[in-house]
T-cell receptor
Framework: DTAVSQTPKYLVTQMGNDKSIKCEQNLGHDTMYWYKQDSKKFLKIMFSYNNKELIINETVPNRFSPKSPDKAHLNLHINSLELGDSAVYFC???????????????FGPGTRLLVL | RKEVEQDPGPFNVPEGATVAFNCTYSNSASQSFFWYRQDCRKEPKLLMSVYSSGNEDGRFTAQLNRASQYISLLIRDSKLSDSATYLCLPSGGSYIPTFGRGTSLIVHP
């Protein structure tokens, strides 16, 4: 009964390739997030959707494009991968967005991306 | 001043010790705070929410100092299993989640 799941768990690819990471939550939450955690362990917000609408887009290169086909899914597509994209990408969900009350975030297990 | 600052540590303590670390925040509009725990190579998980001046949950106590804009996490009687990174997240000043860099705790036998 995984609450927030991500696939794949590991992704090794060459520079210049395009890849996608999928995220699904079965908690009935309205808000979903993508975070990047780099080698220095800093957890940085990239995107957030609330009820399928993009509400946060934080200075991320436009090679990164999120897509939310429905409230339970938030996918991340990355074009023209670069070495600096190597990191762990976490998906998360919460009932409400931050500051709106039910804001506890539940994280997926992470996708470890290595660009060679 | 960074939005959320934490001493990265590591804090290296023996089992049974009491350890405390702080998280300072710059947005005075922050009303509530969250401590998340992240084990090595795992996802963050909520440890504690703080909605007023503080919160206590077993061996864990969070205390908020609004005047000085910091929140502390105190762990009593440390266990080996407490070894992890503790991330601070203020809420209320913005809907954009800005986590602290995290404080690493190592509890040794």
């Amino acid at each position: 009964d995984t609450a927030v799941s991500q696939t794949p768990k590991y992704l090794v690819t060459q520079m210049g390739n395009d890849k996608s990471i999928k995220c699904e939550q079965n908690l009935g939450h309205d808000t979903m997030y993508w975070y990047k955690q780099d080698s220095k362990k800093f957890l940085k917000i990239m995107f957030s959707y609330n009820n399928k609408e993009l509400i946060i887009n934080e200075t991320v290169p436009n090679r990164f494009s999120p897509k939310s086909p429905d409230k339970a899914h938030l996918n991340l597509h990355i074009n023209s991968l670069e070495l600096g994209d190597s990191a762990v990408y976490f998906c998360a969900s919460s009932q409400d967005r931050l500051g709106a009350g039910r804001e506890t975030q539940y994280f997926g297990p992470g996708t470890r991306l290595l660009v060679l | 001043r960074k939005e959320v600052e934490q001493d990265p540590g590591p804090f290296n303590v023996p089992e049974g010790a009491t350890v405390a670390f702080n998280c300072t925040y710059s947005n005075s509009a922050s009303q509530s705070f969250f401590w998340y725990r992240q084990d090595c190579r795992k996802e963050p998980k909520l440890l504690m929410s703080v909605y007023s001046s503080g919160n206590e949950d077993g061996r864990f106590t969070a205390q908020l100092n609004r005047a000085s804009q910091y929140i502390s996490l105190l762990i009593r009687d440390s266990k080996l299993s407490d070894s992890a990174t503790y991330l601070c997240l203020p809420s209320g000043g913005s809907y954009i989640p800005t986590f602290g860099r995290g404080t690493s705790l190592i509890v040794h036998p």
